[in-house]
């Protein structure tokens, strides 16, 4: 059985950072295409960040560029998400994904794409 298990969200100041995990496990994952998506309140999910398998592709979509780093270790089936300089716009819910599209800001899901169940980031100003 797949799991897909996000963790690493918090409370944050204006400024701050933080770094989600996400661990993927019952699958190869180190021949998955992975990246993270976030929705807000009342937004529909949205692209955050993409890599290939391989890391030849790394894609980051709007205001996060140059903030967020996405990363991942496949000794240990996990996929990070660095973020700094955490600002008002950037409170979600942000989910892990297995096989994303890595057009960056793409909203086409394959269908046999895989989801965590999120992890929530809050910033105060």
């Known amino acids: 059985q797949v799991q897909v298990a996000e963790s690493g969200g918090g409370l944050v100041q204006a400024g701050g950072s933080l770094r989600l995990s996400c661990e993927v496990s019952?699958?190869?994952?180190?021949?998955?295409?992975m990246g993270w998506y976030r929705q807000a309140p009342g937004k529909k999910r949205e692209f955050v960040a993409a890599m290939r398998w391989s890391g030849s592709i790394i894609n980051y979509y709007g205001n996060v560029k140059g903030r967020f780093t996405i990363s991942r270790d496949n000794a240990k089936n996990t996929l990070y998400q660095q973020m700094n300089d955490l600002q008002p716009e950037d409170p979600a819910i942000y989910f892990c994904i297995v096989d994303p599209p890595l057009t960056p800001g793409s909203t086409s899901i394959p269908s046999d794409a895989l989801w965590g169940q999120g992890t929530a980031i809050t910033v105060s100003s």
């Open positions: 019952g699958r190869t994952f180190n021949r998955d295409d």
